[in-house]
T-cell receptor, first 114, second 112 residues
Framework: NAGVMQNPRHLVRRRGQEARLRCSPM?????VYWYRQLPEEGLKFMVY????????ESGMPKERFSAEFPKEGPSILRIQQVVRGDSAAYFC????????????FGSGTRLTVV | GDSVTQMEGPVTLSEEACLTI???????????LFWYVQYPGEGLQLLLK?????DKGSNKGFEATYRKETTSFHLEKGSVQVSDSAVYFC???????????FGQGTRLTINP
């Protein structure tokens, strides 16, 4: 039973490029959460999605960031026109229900903007 | 709003030493409290949790007690091992809510 799969593990982008981060939840999990971890900081909530729906995006920056969780395929976190301040580790978690008790985290994608 | 504060690291101990990592929270009502551990290059793993006041969570020799009166959830272990070296995060969640609020993390290094 594979865990939460994130890819790529490491992503390097030049300023102004787009970054696409993928997250496949655990089998049977229909709730996906994205968190960002800036260097030497804790994780900060970004967005919570169910299949085809964004439920809570209160932690998403207003510009350049978007997320989706289509009916088929992984959840995608998309960052347009990346800047150096976007360099961080982005973690995805999934759960079978919409609460904080059954989270399973992926290993993260480490984005470096050069 | 809700917040979690952890003792600042890094913390370096010798093997078999006693460990305490302090965690305090600010929240109304009765949140649930968690400790997560992040080993190098990996994602976060749930270490233990407590869902109501005076509950004690325990796992792998680690313990933490939910203290409502001091709004604390300190992580303790009586005898640490080199394999315990990791970053430890205290977190808060609410019944019916989807997101967790994390502390800033404490990096623990255990020397043989």
């Amino acid at each position: 039973n594979a865990g939460v799969m994130q890819n790529p593990r490491h992503l390097v982008r030049r300023r102004g490029q787009e970054a696409r981060l993928r997250c496949s939840p655990m089998k049977g999990h229909s709730h996906v959460y994205w968190y960002r971890q800036l260097p030497e900081e804790g994780l900060k909530f970004m967005v919570y999605l169910q299949k085809e729906n964004i439920i809570d995006e209160s932690g998403m920056p207003k510009e350049r960031f978007s997320a989706e969780f289509p009916k088929e395929g992984p959840s995608i976190l998309r960052i347009q026109q990346v800047v150096r301040g976007d360099s961080a580790a982005y973690f995805c978690a999934s759960s079978p229900e919409g609460n904080g008790y059954g989270y399973t985290f992926g290993s993260g994608t480490r984005l470096t903007v050069v | 709003g809700d917040s979690v504060t952890q003792m600042e690291g890094p913390v370096t101990l010798s093997e078999e030493a006693c460990l305490t990592i302090n965690c305090t929270y600010t929240a109304t009502g009765y949140p649930s409290l968690f400790w997560y551990v992040q080993y190098p290059g990996e994602g976060l793993q749930l270490l233990l949790k407590a869902t109501k006041a005076d509950d004690k969570g325990s796992n792998k020799g680690f313990e933490a007690t939910y203290r409502k009166e001091t709004t604390s959830f300190h992580l303790e272990k009586g005898s640490v091992q080199v394999s315990d070296s990791a970053v430890y995060f205290c977190a808060l969640g609410r019944q019916g809510a989807q997101k967790l609020v994390f502390g800033q993390g404490t990096r623990l290094t255990i020397n043989p």
